[in-house]
């Protein structure tokens, strides 16, 4: 997915969380095996309150019109909101962070799985104006910490080739021991 028509507004030195990097691309689907149970997150959940940033885990509250608006703003296809709904009603775990001073979503990520074995990480979305303060980290720490203390150990998700850099550390390879992954797709009739 491409990113398209996105206006990203500097964010006030306040909320900054960390210095804005620049990103490098890489390649393909990504997958992790978490032994250890994340205890020390690069932002503190008081870190994130005290800049305005609520941390939440479940979907009371989550304006499902605002989600997708973000999903749109980072180049992922608008969704039906009722789909939408029931798609995170059958999601494990989800995390998201709402920016108190709008209310709206700023940053989201979802795990679907069987709750034992496996769980495949979906929607890592952070709001473009948001993007670069460490937002996204913050979320999929806290979702893989999650997981793992489920005892899940094998964690995968699909990584845009330009996303792979911000996978990796968070501790996900590509192909590991020469797995690939493989997707059955069919192309969905367009949306009147
Ligand atoms: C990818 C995305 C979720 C990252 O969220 P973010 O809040 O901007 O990232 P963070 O600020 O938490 O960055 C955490 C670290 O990853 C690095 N990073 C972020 N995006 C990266 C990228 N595309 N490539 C390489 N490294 C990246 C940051 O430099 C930072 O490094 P540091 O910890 O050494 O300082 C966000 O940019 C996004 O929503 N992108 C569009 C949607 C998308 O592509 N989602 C993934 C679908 S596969």
């Not at 890592?124 to 720490?141: H, N, R, T, Y």
Request: hydrophobic residues 40%; positive net charge.
């Amino acid at each position: 997915m491409l990113l398209r028509g996105i206006i990203s507004t500097p964010l006030p030195s306040s909320l900054r969380l960390k210095t804005p990097a620049r990103h490098k691309t890489v390649a393909v689907s990504a997958h992790a095996s978490i032994d250890t149970k994340t205890t020390n997150y690069s932002i503190s959940d008081q870190a994130l309150e005290s800049r305005g940033f609520i941390l939440r885990r479940t979907i009371d509250d989550l304006n499902l019109d605002d989600l997708n608006t973000v999903f749109v703003a980072v180049g992922f296809p608008k969704r039906d909101l009722q789909k939408i709904k029931l798609a995170l009603e059958h999601t494990e775990s989800l995390l998201w962070i709402q920016y108190s001073k709008t209310q709206r979503p700023v940053a989201f990520a979802r795990a679907t799985g069987d709750g034992v074995f496996n769980a495949i990480i979906w929607d890592v979305v952070v709001d473009p104006s948001f993007q670069g303060i460490g937002l996204g980290k913050a979320v999929m720490e806290r979702l893989l910490d999650e997981l793992s203390s489920k005892g899940i150990c094998n964690i995968a998700l699909y990584s845009e080739p330009r996303v792979l850099g911000f996978y990796r550390p968070l501790g996900f390879v590509a192909d590991p021991d020469g797995i690939r992954g493989m997707v059955y797709s069919r192309k969905q009739k367009k949306r009147k």
